[in-house]
């Protein structure tokens, strides 16, 4: 059974980082593209990165380019998500996924999710 196991997420006020840490098991992880996802109350789900099996190829979203970084460690079956320049409009639960292509991730359609984990950016 495949788990994906968030971690890192929790308080920081503006222009903070955080890095966010997904373990996956079950499956061949080196195998699969990761990506992240964020949705705050009354907003719809985001994806704000994404990353190719082969960590070559990453998506970011508008709202993200040039403050997160989406990376892998297929040997410790590990993909991250470096947050810098926090603000409070990233404040969310963010989940990590996984699918066999990075256009799978980013409309929404993976076959398995996290739990998430809070990120809560003060002002």
């Known amino acids: 059974q495949v788990q994906l196991v968030e971690s890192g997420g929790g308080l920081v006020q503006t222009g903070g980082s955080l890095r966010l840490s997904c373990a996956a098991s079950?499956?061949?992880?080196?195998?699969?593209?990761m990506g992240w996802f964020r949705q705050a109350p009354g907003k719809e789900r985001e994806c704000v990165a994404a990353i190719s099996w082969s960590g070559e190829n990453t998506y970011y979203a508008d709202s993200v380019k040039g403050r997160f970084t989406i990376s892998r460690d297929n040997a410790k079956n590990t993909v991250y998500l470096q947050m810098n320049s926090l603000k409070p409009e990233d404040t969310a639960v963010y989940r990590c996924a996984t699918a066999l292509h990075v256009a799978t991730i980013t409309t929404g359609r993976s076959d398995y999710w996290g739990q998430g984990t809070q990120v809560t950016v003060s002002s």
């Open positions: 079950g499956r061949t992880f080196s195998n699969y593209a």
